[in-house]
T-cell receptor, first 119, second 108 residues
C-alpha cells in the first residue's frame, strides 16, 4: 500500500527533552512538509523540503529541526527550545508538477499525525 | 510569503441548505489552489484543486469551487449539504500554506 506513515501516533516527553517524529513515504514524492495543527489555527507550516538534502523554514520553524537525507524520509525534531511543543503534528508529501520548478506541486497526501504531549 | 484567509471559523447549517465557504489568498503570481477536508478522526483528504483552465472546478462529493482571480478568491460551494459533510475544511495555496480552517456542522 502506498502512503505516508507517521510514527508514533501518540508521544509523551518530559519538558527539556528533544524528541524526533518520524515520517516515511513510499509514493516517490519529491516534496515533503511538516505542519503543526492547533485548534482554531489551522495547519501551520514548520518546514518543507522540495528535494533530497535541501529544506526550507516555514512560518513557525523556531524550536524545530529537520533533515532530508533520503527521498522517503523527513524526520522532525522538536527541540527543548520550542516553547509550546504540545500539539498535533502532520506530515505530508506531494509530487512535483511536470514542467514546473520552484515549488509548484500537485496536491499533498497526509499521514495520520502524531500527537505530542510534553509534561 | 503567501497566505490564505478563511473567513468563517464555524458554520452551522441544516441538511439540504446551501454552503459557501470563503477563501482568499495573497499572492500575485501563478497560483495552485486546493480545498481539503478533515472528517472527524480521519486524515486530511483532497476535495478539489485548481491549476489552470476553467475557473469553476468540480470535486468529490458534489463540492465545487470558483477561482476569481480579480478577487484573489477560491470559495467552496455545495448546493445541498448532508449530515455526513460535517467536518473541517481547509483552503491551501501553492506551496501548501493553509488557512485556519472552517468547521462545518450540519444538523440532521
Amino acid at each position: 500500500d502506498g502512503g505516508i506513515t507517521q510514527s508514533p501516533k501518540y508521544l509523551f516527553r518530559k519538558e527539556g527533552q528533544n524528541v524526533t517524529l518520524s515520517c516515511e513515504q513510499n509514493l516517490n514524492h519529491d516534496a515533503m512538509y511538516w505542519y503543526r495543527q492547533d485548534p482554531g489555527q489551522g495547519l501551520r507550516l514548520i518546514y518543507y523540503s522540495q528535494i533530497v538534502n535541501d529544506f526550507q523554514k516555514g512560518d513557525i520553524a523556531e524550536g524545530y529541526s529537520v533533515s532530508r537525507e533520503k527521498k522517503e524520509s523527513f524526520p522532525l525534531t522538536v527541540t527543548s527550545a520550542q516553547k509550546n511543543p504540545t500539539a498535533f503534528y502532520l506530515c505530508a508529501s506531494a509530487k512535483r508538477r511536470v514542467g514546473y520548478l520552484g515549488g509548484m506541486n500537485t496536491e499533498a497526501f497526509f499521514g495520520q499525525g502524531t500527537r505530542l504531549t510534553v509534561v | 510569503a503567501q497566505s490564505v484567509s478563511q473567513h468563517n471559523h464555524h458554520v452551522i447549517l441544516s441538511e439540504a441548505a446551501s454552503l459557501e465557504l470563503g477563501c482568499n489568498y495573497s499572492y500575485g503570481g501563478t497560483v495552485n489552489l486546493f480545498w481539503y477536508v478533515q472528517y472527524p478522526g480521519q486524515h486530511l483528504q483532497l476535495l478539489l484543486k485548481y491549476f489552470s483552465g476553467d475557473p469553476l472546478v468540480k470535486g468529490i462529493k458534489g463540492f465545487e469551487a470558483e477561482f476569481i482571480k480579480s478577487k484573489f478568491s477560491f470559495n467552496l460551494r455545495k448546493p445541498s449539504v448532508q449530515w455526513s459533510d460535517t467536518a473541517e475544511y481547509f483552503c491551501a495555496v501553492n506551496d501548501m500554506r493553509f488557512g485556519a480552517g472552517t468547521r462545518l456542522t450540519v444538523k440532521p
